[in-house]
């Protein structure tokens, strides 16, 4: 009988702590079923039929409800990210790889009755500097959701945040977290002393950014972080898991990652421009 068969194990998962119930069952991961879902197994099938693998495969849903996603292998780092991802060759990997996924992205049309994640309050991305229309984007670059393999990225995971906006504010999405466009205070150890505008210079020459774009980056960058900052409060007033990453720190380290991006966009911005 089917019920005497051993249940396969499910080794728990855990990520930011933002979503709970996240466990792997062999080759696949098994989340709980969002409303925004479906879009994003539809994206996700989009995404492999394009040519990029590098995410997960979408598999439907099991028998208790759940989304199955396959297991993407590798090392997934936390914060603080370690010394050994603060090296220019891990920028220049993940500047291709999301180069690849904006490439493949850049097709689709999302169906009329998509529904995405992410705060309710965040507004509708203003069509792009670049001219170019929207893509759907991942949207959500923290550390948590890039796996590595051999000490580089090489894959996307969470798209939970996936929406369509513009190739510039994902990568400033991107370079928030990576470069990073944080104060130096909030940098981890191995970050701080970086020469950020070299480091967004080498991301743009990786990706391929383009003169619009990369005018477009410090100013799109500096909204991004306002945004961050306003739909994180948001949250936090009605959500315990961001009332906590509020209380532990965004409140005070977002205002100063907009202030450190007023600041440096024009030092960025020439060093974006010295060589194109
Ligand atoms: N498809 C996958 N392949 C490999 N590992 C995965 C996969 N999905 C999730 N994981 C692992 O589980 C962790 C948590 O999953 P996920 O990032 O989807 O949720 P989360 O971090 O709680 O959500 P959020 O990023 O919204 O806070 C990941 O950081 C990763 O280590
Ligand atoms: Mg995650």
Excluded at 126 to 153: E, Q
Excluded at 168 to 179: Q, S
Excluded at 182 to 192: E, H, I, L, N, Q
Excluded at 241 to 252: I, L, S, Y
Aim: with cysteine.
């Amino acid at each position: 009988m089917a019920d005497d068969l051993p249940r396969p194990t499910e080794e728990p998962l855990i990520g930011d702590g933002v979503t709970s119930g996240i466990v792997r069952v062999g080759d696949t991961v098994r989340r709980p079923v969002r409303p925004f879902t479906a879009t994003i197994q539809a994206y996700l099938a989009h995404l492999r039929s394009a040519g990029f693998h590098d995410a997960p495969a979408p598999l439907g849903v099991d028998d208790q409800g759940r989304e199955v996603l396959s297991y993407v292998p590798g090392d997934v780092p936390r914060d603080p990210l370690p010394a050994d991802t603060a090296g220019e060759e891990v920028l220049v990997a993940l500047a291709r790889l999301i180069r690849r996924l904006h490439d493949a992205a850049q097709g689709w049309e999302p169906p009329p009755d998509a529904v995405w994640g992410g705060t309710p309050a965040a507004p509708a991305a203003a069509p792009s500097a670049d001219g170019k229309s929207l893509i759907v984007g991942h949207r959500d670059y923290c550390p948590g959701n890039v796996v590595f393999r051999n000490g580089l990225p090489a894959a996307l995971i969470d798209f939970d945040l996936a929406k369509p906006t513009t190739r510039v504010t994902d990568v400033a999405n991107a370079l928030y977290y990576w470069a990073p466009l944080t104060d130096p205070v909030d940098r981890p150890p191995a970050f701080a002393g970086l020469d950020i505008p070299a480091r967004v210079a080498a991301f743009a020459d990786a990706y391929g950014l383009t003169t619009p774009q990369r005018q477009a980056l410090m100013p799109a960058a500096k909204a991004m972080v306002a945004r961050f900052h306003t739909n994180m409060r948001a949250a936090a007033e009605i959500d315990p898991v961001f009332a906590r990453f509020w209380a532990e720190g965004a409140k005070d380290r977002l205002p100063r990652a907009h202030t450190w991006i007023r600041d440096h966009a024009t030092d960025v911005t020439a060093r974006l421009l010295a060589d194109v």
